[in-house]
């Protein structure tokens, strides 16, 4: 191949589109700098499958293969477990131990992880699959209870949904607003002054008080270096600060703050009921002679089909996961009527400024105790302050 002898272009040439330097033969000298450029023009150009949302996107990027050898052993070890009582009792008695050891041995390091809230949809739906398949056919389930155990699943999820719409974050614009709205309050109770009674004067004043003595208590985040409020946490598997932190729920893959703490309980109640009365319905259907307490400790001829054995096996997982998710409900209730939060007893007990009450179910700080009756009234009127703009969808997973 024969190369033939370019003339270069001159820099007005409307033919020169870029300012590189030509060689004799017409080639660029900077190939490398085209080569990056190209190369990002790549990474930001959009996928060609414009109809893939942006929700699918951030399953996809967020997916992880750990998670794929529980999705496929749990059914096995469920079935292998129905094979015979003893077996029954091994396996789901080490179940909880093998899959914390699994998770710790796959996820070294501290992040959000999909891990446990696609382990508790799974087997939630895996739950109410095998209701469907295995139980109504028998025919001892009513319309009625049928519709409310699929209620009690859609509610479950919807519930979930809501909890995982933001935990309340904390925004550097927020001191700001507090501010301009503390200032905004001032000028107004200073013009309003002269109208207002006596015995009004002095409840603004107590309400000014309040408002500047938790003004005084903001802090700056040694992490976030922002201002934050009282009782606000950074989340270091979040990596941002959040309002009344409470805790990062790993079974929902967010924190549990300000925004959504009563949409979490909610949650765990609307599960709760869910899972006890689904329990209660395969229990009465595989041994409609015993009662329920005694059906989960001894249920003659269940094994003698495998699916009857299934559902009995499933019974008793499902009463392990209501057993762990009760005795969570129990804490936060104790938690909520003394006015602390997760977050704030384990810095007590750290710093030795608390007392265990009820045989140790609670940590009473009693900072910021009001009385059983307000702090319930506190938490069930308490309102999320930020500013932050609304989580996307994208937030949800």
Sequence with gaps: ?????????????????????????????????????????????????????????????????????????????????????????????????????????????????????????????YMYYLFITEILPRGDV?????????????????????????????????????????????????RNGFIQSGASSEIGAELQTTKEALTAKWSTCPVCKIMRLPRTGHC??????????DHHCIWINSCVGQANHRSFLLTLSVFLLTSLYGISVVLRTLCPRQYLVTALLYCPGVYSQSSMALCFTCAWYSSIVTGGLLYLLVGQV???????????????LRNKTGQRRLWGLVIDTGEYSRGFYQNWVEFLTMADASLSPRSSLTDLV
């Design 334 to 348: 104790l938690n909520i009527s003394f006015n602390v939060t997760e977050r704030e007893a384990q810095l007590a």
């Design 236 to 245: 270091r598997t979040c990596g941002s600060c959040v309002q009344r932190l």
């Design 1 to 125: 191949m024969k190369w033939e002898k370019l003339k270069p272009p001159e820099p007005d040439d409307p033919m020169c589109c870029c300012e590189c330097d030509i060689d004799q033969y017409g080639c660029c000298c900077d190939c490398e700098d085209l080569d990056e450029a190209f190369n990002r023009w790549l990474k930001d150009r959009p996928p060609k499958g414009g109809c893939q949302s942006s929700v699918c996107g951030a399953i996809i990027d967020r997916l992880e293969i750990s998670m794929i050898p529980v999705l496929l052993l749990l059914p096995l070890l469920l079935r292998v477990a129905a094979l015979h009582y003893l077996l029954g009792i091994i396996i789901l008695t080490a179940l909880p131990g093998l899959v914390l050891w699994y998770y710790y041995a796959t996820h070294r390091k501290k992040r959000p992880t999909l891990f446990f809230l696609t382990l508790a949809l799974f087997s939630l739906f």
């Design 142 to 190: 009513s319309q009625l209870e049928q519709c409310a155990v699929t209620t009690g699943v859609i509610l479950t999820v919807v519930c979930l949904i809501h909890t995982k719409r933001g935990p309340g974050l904390v925004t550097t614009s927020l001191h700001e607003a507090h501010s301009h709205c503390q200032e905004a309050d001032k000028n107004s109770t200073q």
